[in-house]
């Protein structure tokens, strides 16, 4: 029995594995969108919401990881040398996934500079076009006013 809770643990490091190569993949991708020269809003966010179907899929595999940890822990305990091939293996594939996840963090962190970036950008461009339009504005008002002759009030009495 124990043999088959260790092999779900290993199963669930596997899927664990592949969620998060896919998530790297979709965090390459938003990088790529961000680093264009008109940004692709559309693709991020297309993106963030695929990313989220995935992260959800990891907490599940996460909960149900923990769960069987919890049912095994102490049987485990005083009978390591008996699966200590099978331990061995969950070792590494825990080693790999974090691994996984601290590239993961240092993407998202990369793209969320990015992102940071690009947004003080596209202020900044939002400005100028509001400054822009307020001379053009202010411009064309004025040379309105050029040709204006105010009334004059003229005196008849002499």
């Known amino acids: 029995m124990l043999e ?16 998060l190569r896919k998530l790297l993949e979709m965090t390459a991708e938003q990088e790529t969108a ?3 020269e008109t940004t692709d809003w559309d693709t991020f966010d297309r993106l963030i919401d695929e990313k989220a179907d995935v992260i959800d899929r990891l907490d599940a595999l996460d909960d149900g990881f923990q769960s069987v940890f919890d049912k095994v822990r102490d049987e485990l305990e005083g009978r390591k040398a008996q699966y200590k091939d099978r331990i061995a293996k969950l070792q590494q594939k825990i080693r790999t996934v974090t691994d996984q996840s601290n590239a993961l963090i240092a993407a998202e962190q990369r793209n969320k500079n990015l992102m940071e970036t690009q947004a003080t950008a596209e202020r900044k461009k939002i400005r100028q076009t509001k400054a822009n339009a307020k001379l ?5 008002n004025s040379m309105n006013r050029i040709n204006y002759i105010d009334p004059q009030l003229m005196d008849k009495k002499k």
């Open 136 to 140: 053009a504005n202010n411009y064309y």
């Open 34 to 36: 961000l680093r264009k």
């Open 4 to 19: 088959q809770y260790l092999d779900a643990m290993i199963q669930s490091m596997d899927e664990k594995e592949v969620c």
